[in-house]
Structures are given as structure tokens and as C-alpha cells.
């Protein structure tokens, strides 16, 4: 029962252009999401967040939306830089609860 | 200001034989989380530790599987009798307090021959 999807497995987008990545959970009591930038053989970056108490949040190149009723995040990245190609993982968390559910991971290659 | 450590970085064994895998977390920091990655899929969840306690092992095998955070030195997960099905990459994280940012260390890749 996977409670947190990314179902795009890649993306490849031009340098300069934007990057959007998508995330779906299942689990209503989720309130907290996390996206984490991960390179090979290293561990996952952390790289923004939003409470379900908000609809976006921005931090530089990043932006994170949320829709609450669609059950669906985004992370938009504006605009791509070839540094960004790696791969991003959505998490989400509930409540009082500490464990992080992640995603499967969408690898992003930004061209240049 | 040092990030979370984990060694070691690569780990081998032989089936049978035990593992253990170190975290020591950022400093300032008293929470440890421990993930699992299979190759090609997502960190799952394992167990969460604070110095001395464990709160939640909800995610890890009840089986040959246990972690520590004592009060001096670093974290251990411990893997007795290894698999084969056990090689993955094992990450640690940690955090302040209970907020919900955790900041993860490099991982140990380990590898059952």
C-alpha cells in the first residue's frame, strides 16, 4: 500500500526552463510534506517543506504547492540549472507521528 | 558545523555474519531516525530514537534487526545473520526536537555475498 506516489519515474527539461514534479498521497491525516534532492551515492538534501495548513511555499528557485482536496504537491524549479539533475523524492508526514512515508523518486536531467 | 556522520560508507559480509552500521547525528541534535533503501524504490521508514529510547520500531523486522542510542557515543543498527535480501542502502537522520525537517547522513551501502 503505497501512501505516497511519484508517478513519473523521470523528467528530462532544457536548462532555463522550469521543472515540475509531481507527488499524490492517499493518506488524509498526512500534514506535513517534504521534498528531498537526492545524488548518487550520497544521502537525501533537504530541500523544502509546507504544512497542510498552507497552499504554497517558496525558498528561492523552489516552490512547493499543495492541494489538499486533489491530494497532490508539486515542486516547481525556476529555472533549471544543469546542478539540479538528480534524483527527488517527496515525503510526507502525520500528526504527532516522526516516521517520514517517501515516495519512490522521480530522477529529473535538466539538458543544457 | 559537522552534518550527520554514518560509517562505515560501504560495508560487505558473508551471509550469517553480523552487521553494524554507526550514525552519530548533527550536532545540538537528540533524535535518530534509521531508513532502508532497496535499490530503485523509496527510504522506508525503520525505527526512531532518542538518547536511550527507542520510540517507534514500527518499520523495522522484528527479527535479527535491533537499534541503540546510548547516552555517549553514536547510534548502532545491528543485523544479525545477514541475508541476502538485507543488501541496501541504510540511512540515518537526524533532528532537533520533534519538528519535521530530518537531515540525513551519506548512508551505508551495505552488501550480503
Known amino acids: 500500500d503505497q501512501q505516497v506516489k511519484q508517478n513519473s519515474p523521470s523528467l528530462s527539461v532544457q536548462e532555463g526552463r522550469i521543472s515540475i514534479l509531481n507527488c499524490d498521497y492517499t493518506?488524509?491525516?498526512?500534514?506535513?510534506f517534504l521534498w528531498y534532492k537526492k545524488y548518487p551515492a550520497e544521502g537525501p538534501t533537504f530541500l523544502i517543506s509546507?504544512?497542510?495548513?498552507?497552499d504554497k511555499n517558496e525558498d528561492g528557485r523552489f516552490t512547493v504547492f499543495l492541494n489538499k482536496s486533489a491530494k497532490h504537491l508539486s515542486l516547481h524549479i525556476v529555472p533549471s540549472q544543469p546542478g539540479d539533475s538528480a534524483v527527488y523524492f517527496c515525503?510526507?508526514?502525520?500528526?504527532?507521528?516522526?516516521?517520514?512515508?517517501f515516495g519512490s523518486g522521480t530522477r529529473l536531467l535538466v539538458r543544457p | 558545523n559537522a552534518g550527520v556522520m554514518q560509517n562505515p560508507r560501504h560495508l560487505v559480509r558473508r551471509r550469517g555474519q553480523e552487521a553494524r552500521l554507526r550514525c552519530s547525528p548533527m550536532?545540538?541534535?537528540?533524535?535518530v531516525y534509521w531508513y532502508r533503501q532497496l535499490p530503485e524504490e523509496g527510504l522506508k521508514f525503520m525505527v526512531y530514537?532518542?538518547?536511550?529510547?527507542?520510540?517507534?520500531e514500527s518499520g523495522m523486522p522484528k527479527e535479527r534487526f535491533s537499534a541503540e542510542f546510548p547516552k555517549e557515543g553514536p547510534s548502532i543498527l545491528r543485523i544479525q545473520q545477514v541475508v541476502r535480501g538485507d543488501s541496501a542502502a541504510y540511512f540515518c537522520?537526524?533532528?532537533?526536537?520533534?519538528?519535521?525537517?530530518?537531515?540525513f547522513g551519506p548512508g551505508t551501502r551495505l552488501t550480503v555475498l
Open positions: 515525503a510526507a508526514s502525520a500528526g504527532s507521528s516522526y516516521k517520514l512515508i
Open positions: 509546507i504544512s497542510s495548513i498552507k
Open positions: 550536532k545540538g541534535h537528540s533524535h
Open positions: 537522520a537526524s533532528s532537533p526536537t520533534t519538528g519535521r525537517e530530518q537531515f
Open positions: 530514537l532518542q538518547k536511550e529510547n527507542i520510540i517507534d
Open positions: 493518506n488524509s491525516m498526512f500534514d506535513y
